[in-house]
């Protein structure tokens, strides 16, 4: 699987942002999904995960609630919708497959991850 992030730009606090994730290959809907991020001067940190089928997700704490992960199996897409947008939310927004994962787990840690995208800049600006 290999993926391809979008939808990052400049918004304002406050503001909304809806990254893309398009995966290749006909195995994408058995693989767990994950976002990362990384801001300048900082390690990579999760933010979101998705399992295989989509039911079951988590978040890092900082975005819990403003922060929604999805996919849509059919159009080999994870999505990450991102409301309430903060300064502190400005990095560059990896997505990142591990799999085939079956199980239903969701994984929040970049131990397993496999096949990561380029990344997709978001900015938020005060």
């Known amino acids: 699987v290999q993926v391809v992030e979008s939808g990052g730009g400049l918004v304002q606090a406050g503001g909304s942002l809806r990254l893309s994730c398009a995966a290749s290959?006909?195995?994408?809907?058995?693989?767990?999904m994950g976002w990362f991020r990384q801001a300048p001067g900082k390690e990579r940190e999760f933010v979101a995960a998705?399992?295989?089928?989509?039911?079951?997700?988590a978040y890092a704490d900082p975005v819990k609630g403003r922060f929604t992960i999805s996919r849509d199996n059919g159009k080999n897409t994870v999505y990450l919708q991102m409301n309430n947008l903060k300064p502190e939310d400005t990095a560059v927004y990896y997505c990142?497959?591990?799999?085939?994962?079956?199980?239903?787990?969701?994984?929040?840690?970049?131990?397993?991850?496999?096949?990561w995208g380029q990344g997709t800049q978001v900015t938020v600006s005060s």
């Open positions: 990142a497959a591990r799999g085939p994962a079956y199980s239903g787990s969701v994984y929040p840690s970049e131990v397993g991850y496999d096949n």
């Open positions: 290959g006909r195995t994408f809907r058995s693989y767990a």
């Open positions: 998705i399992s295989w089928s989509g039911g079951n997700t």
